[in-house]
C-alpha cells in the first residue's frame, strides 16, 4: 500500500462505509490523482466473447452502480469497467446502516439491496460517454416491487445493449428477497430465452454474462451451466456475495447481507473451477472474490477464469491496487515462463474443483 493509500484509507475510515463510498466516488469525479495504471503490457492481453480486454483485471459491478465514473476508473489501469446493478425503476434500497467493514478480516458485509437511480439516469450518462474508448459493462436487475422481474431484465437488454461492452444478467444478490430462486431451472430457462430473445430484437450481438452466487450446490450448478450452454449464453461471472459465515473475528460477523473480500476467495475459486469444468473451454468466465494481489489474481485464471474483477479489497488495500495487481502479473508471467497470461488458463484447475464447497 503507497502513502497515499494509507493516508486515504485514514480519511476514509473515519466516515461510515456508504459516506465513505459517496466521497471516493466524489474523488473520482473530481479528476483528483488517486491512483496510476501501469504502463500496458501485451501479454496481459486477453479476447473473450469477440471483445479484446487490454488486460484481465476489472471493477466488478456494485461500485459504480450509477455509470458515474467508469472512465476515471478505466483510468486506474482496469482493462474494463463493470456498472450497476441497474434497476429500471429508481429504488432507495435497504434502511441503513446496510453496509459493514470488517475490518480484521478484511472483508465487507452488505444488504444494500440494488440501490440505484434507475434506468434513466444510468443511460443518459452512458450516452453521454458513447464513441469513447475503453470496455464498460452493464449490470442490469429487477426491481424489488416488480409484478415481472424476467420483464425487468428484458427491459434491460433493450435499454442498453447499445450503450454497453457486455451486458450481465445479476440474479445472484442475496439482497432482493427472492431474486435468487431465478437461478432455479426452470425460471433460469425462462428468463434466458427471453433475454436472448431481446437481445435479437436489438440487433446488436452484444455479450451476455450471467452472475452467479457462490453458495450454490453441485446440482444447482450442473442445472445453471445446462441453461447457460443451451442458450447460448457467452459467459458466467463467478461470483456475488455469499450469505455463509466462515471463521471471521470482526465484531460485525452476524450482521446480515452478502459476505465479500478476503474470506470469499476460497469458495468462490472452488465454484469458478467447477463452473469451468461444467462450461467447457470456450465460455468465458470471469471470476470474483477475495482478489487482493497478483497471486490471487492468477490462481482465479489458473481455476479457470479468463478474467477476474474486484472491489471489495479496494477498500482496503486502496485504489492503487490494481495498478500493483498489474505490474505484479508480468512478474509472475516471467517466473512461469509464459507469453501470454491466457497460457496459465485451467492450470491449477482440478486441483480447485476438487475443494469441498
Given at each position: 500500500?503507497?502513502?497515499?493509500?494509507?493516508?486515504?484509507?485514514?480519511?476514509?475510515?473515519?466516515?461510515?462505509?456508504?459516506?465513505?463510498?459517496?466521497?471516493?466516488?466524489?474523488?473520482?469525479?473530481?479528476?483528483?490523482?488517486?491512483?496510476?495504471?501501469?504502463?500496458?503490457?501485451?501479454?496481459?492481453?486477453?479476447?473473450?466473447?469477440?471483445?479484446?480486454?487490454?488486460?484481465?483485471?476489472?471493477?466488478?459491478?456494485?461500485?459504480?452502480?450509477?455509470?458515474?465514473?467508469?472512465?476515471?476508473?478505466?483510468?486506474?489501469?482496469?482493462?474494463?469497467?463493470?456498472?450497476?446493478?441497474?434497476?429500471?425503476?429508481?429504488?432507495?434500497?435497504?434502511?441503513?446502516?446496510?453496509?459493514?467493514?470488517?475490518?480484521?478480516?478484511?472483508?465487507?458485509?452488505?444488504?444494500?439491496?440494488?440501490?440505484?437511480?434507475?434506468?434513466?439516469?444510468?443511460?443518459?450518462?452512458?450516452?453521454?460517454?458513447?464513441?469513447?474508448?475503453?470496455?464498460?459493462?452493464?449490470?442490469?436487475?429487477?426491481n424489488k416491487d416488480s409484478d415481472d422481474r424476467t420483464g425487468d431484465y428484458v427491459l434491460g437488454i433493450s435499454r442498453f445493449a447499445r450503450h454497453a461492452s457486455y451486458l450481465t444478467?445479476?440474479?445472484?444478490?442475496?439482497?432482493?428477497?427472492?431474486?435468487?430462486?431465478?437461478?432455479?431451472?426452470?425460471?433460469?430457462?425462462?428468463?434466458?430465452?427471453?433475454?436472448?430473445?431481446?437481445?435479437?430484437?436489438?440487433?446488436?450481438?452484444?455479450?451476455?454474462?450471467?452472475?452467479?452466487?457462490?453458495?450454490?450446490?453441485?446440482?444447482?450448478?450442473e442445472d445453471i451451466a445446462a441453461e447457460v450452454v443451451e442458450k447460448g449464453i457467452e459467459g458466467v461471472?463467478?461470483?456475488?456475495?455469499?450469505?455463509?459465515?466462515?471463521?471471521?473475528?470482526?465484531?460485525?460477523?452476524?450482521?446480515?447481507?452478502?459476505?465479500?473480500?478476503?474470506?470469499?476467495?476460497?469458495?468462490?475459486?472452488?465454484?469458478?473451477?467447477?463452473?469451468?469444468?461444467?462450461?467447457?473451454?470456450?465460455?468465458?468466465?470471469?471470476?470474483?472474490?477475495?482478489?487482493?494481489?497478483?497471486?490471487?489474481?492468477?490462481?482465479?485464471?489458473?481455476?479457470?477464469?479468463?478474467?477476474?474483477?474486484?472491489?471489495?479489497?479496494?477498500?482496503?488495500?486502496?485504489?492503487?491496487?490494481?495498478?500493483?495487481?498489474?505490474?505484479?502479473?508480468?512478474?509472475?508471467?516471467?517466473?512461469?515462463?509464459?507469453?501470454?497470461?491466457?497460457?496459465?488458463?485451467?492450470?491449477?484447475?482440478?486441483?480447485?474443483?476438487?475443494?469441498?464447497?
Open positions: 500500500m503507497t502513502l497515499l493509500d494509507s493516508l486515504g484509507r485514514r480519511m476514509l475510515f473515519a466516515f461510515d462505509p456508504e459516506t465513505a463510498h459517496g466521497l471516493s466516488i466524489a474523488a473520482l469525479k473530481s479528476g483528483l490523482p488517486v491512483g496510476c495504471a501501469p504502463r500496458p503490457d501485451p501479454r496481459l492481453a486477453v479476447t473473450i466473447a469477440d471483445i479484446a480486454f487490454p488486460n484481465p483485471l476489472g471493477m466488478a459491478a456494485g461500485y459504480d452502480k450509477n455509470a458515474e465514473v467508469p472512465d476515471a476508473l478505466l483510468g486506474l489501469g482496469f482493462g474494463f469497467a463493470e456498472v450497476g446493478t441497474v434497476t429500471p425503476l429508481a429504488q432507495s434500497g435497504n434502511p441503513r446502516p446496510r453496509m459493514f467493514r470488517l475490518t480484521e478480516d478484511n472483508a465487507v458485509i452488505n444488504r444494500l439491496g440494488f440501490n440505484n437511480e434507475g434506468h434513466d439516469a444510468c443511460e443518459r450518462r452512458l450516452r453521454a460517454r458513447n464513441g469513447k474508448p475503453g470496455i464498460v459493462g452493464v449490470n442490469i436487475g429487477a444478467v445479476n440474479i445472484s444478490s442475496p439482497n432482493t428477497p427472492g431474486l435468487r430462486n431465478l437461478q432455479a431451472r426452470e425460471s433460469l430457462a425462462e428468463l434466458l430465452s427471453r433475454v436472448v430473445a431481446a437481445r435479437a430484437e436489438t440487433g446488436r450481438t452484444v455479450p451476455i454474462f450471467l452472475k452467479i452466487a457462490p453458495d450454490l450446490h453441485e446440482a444447482e450448478l461471472i463467478v461470483s456475488n456475495t455469499t450469505i455463509t459465515r466462515p471463521r471471521l473475528a470482526s465484531r460485525h460477523a452476524t450482521e446480515t447481507g452478502g459476505l465479500s473480500g478476503k474470506p470469499l476467495f476460497e469458495r468462490s475459486t472452488a465454484v469458478l473451477a467447477r463452473m469451468r469444468k461444467l462450461v467447457g473451454k470456450s465460455c468465458a468466465i470471469i471470476g470474483v472474490g477475495g482478489v487482493d494481489s497478483a497471486d490471487t489474481a492468477l490462481e482465479k485464471i489458473r481455476a479457470g477464469a479468463d478474467l477476474v474483477q474486484l472491489y471489495s479489497c479496494m477498500v482496503f488495500e486502496g485504489p492503487s491496487l490494481p495498478g500493483r495487481i498489474l505490474r505484479g502479473l508480468p512478474k509472475l508471467l516471467d517466473r512461469e515462463g509464459v507469453s501470454s497470461i491466457s497460457e496459465l488458463r485451467d492450470s491449477r484447475l482440478h486441483q480447485w474443483a476438487a475443494k469441498p464447497l
